[in-house]
């Protein structure tokens, strides 16, 4: 089955600490996603990837980094200066360009600072 | 700054009516609008999309109607089922720009009673 898989769904962080989020897919997509969602909020764009070796800031990026060194694969660090690491993550996959189609999520990892 | 706005957080409606779910938009470059749903601890799941060449589109008993003037778009079920209840997303895509890179309202939760 063609799909994103995202691990693991649930992950706990001390303060101060790195951590780093899986996202695979086998979809033969260019671009990837990284989205966060908190309570009451939409989803917010943290970072995204149009081709392997190159990705871009999105509209909440502070704390984070990623890497794309694979088309298949797409980690997010989440780094101790991200000030509230606390939520769910998503990350995406879509035909690269700006044809109109949808992006597929995966089923997201809850990250929990204790 | 939301450019993308779902207004009401929730709504409840009986079995075999129809739901209303409503988004407003303020960026005049959004040109493609999807809608997804989502349930607990899992990934947004891809519903319905138009175009901003369109005013409607129709997918079995999901319908989006578009209204470009007004920058608001509504997504219909009908007949609605309880298996619909779920947070429901509208997203945008800026014309040009990736169609992963989306911007989320912040969702409304459906619930359908039997």
């Known amino acids: 089955d063609g799909g994103i898989t995202q691990s693991p769904k649930y992950l706990f962080r001390k303060e101060g600490q790195n951590v780093t989020l899986s996202c695979e897919q086998n979809l033969n997509h260019d671009a990837m996603y990284w989205y966060r969602q908190d309570p009451g909020q939409g989803l917010r764009l943290i970072y995204y990837?149009?081709?392997?070796?190159?990705?871009q800031k999105g509209d909440i990026a502070e704390g984070y980094s990623v890497s794309r060194e694979k088309k298949e694969s797409f980690p997010l660090t989440v780094t101790s200066a991200q000030k509230n690491p606390t939520a769910f993550y998503l990350c995406?996959?879509?035909?690269?360009?700006?044809?109109?189609?949808?992006?597929?999520f995966g089923q997201g990892t809850r990250l929990t600072v204790v | 700054d939301q450019q993308v706005k779902q207004n009401s957080p929730s709504l409840s409606v009986q079995e075999g009516r129809i739901s209303i779910l409503n988004c407003d938009y303020t960026?005049?470059?959004?040109?493609?609008f999807l809608w997804y749903k989502k349930y607990p601890a899992e990934g947004p799941t891809f519903l319905i999309s138009i175009s901003s060449i369109k005013d409607k589109n129709e997918d079995g008993r999901f319908t989006v109607f578009l209204n470009k003037s007004a920058k608001h778009l509504s997504l219909h079920i009908v007949p609605s089922q309880p298996g619909d209840s779920a947070v429901y997303f509208c997203?945008?895509?800026?014309?040009?720009?990736?169609?992963?890179?989306?911007?989320f309202g912040q969702g409304t939760i459906l619930t359908v009673h039997p």
């Open positions: 997203a945008a895509k800026a014309g040009g720009t990736s169609y992963g890179k989306l911007t």
């Open positions: 990837s149009q081709i392997v070796n190159d990705f």
């Open positions: 960026n005049s470059m959004f040109d493609y």
């Open positions: 995406a996959s879509s035909i690269a360009g700006s044809s109109n189609t949808e992006a597929f």
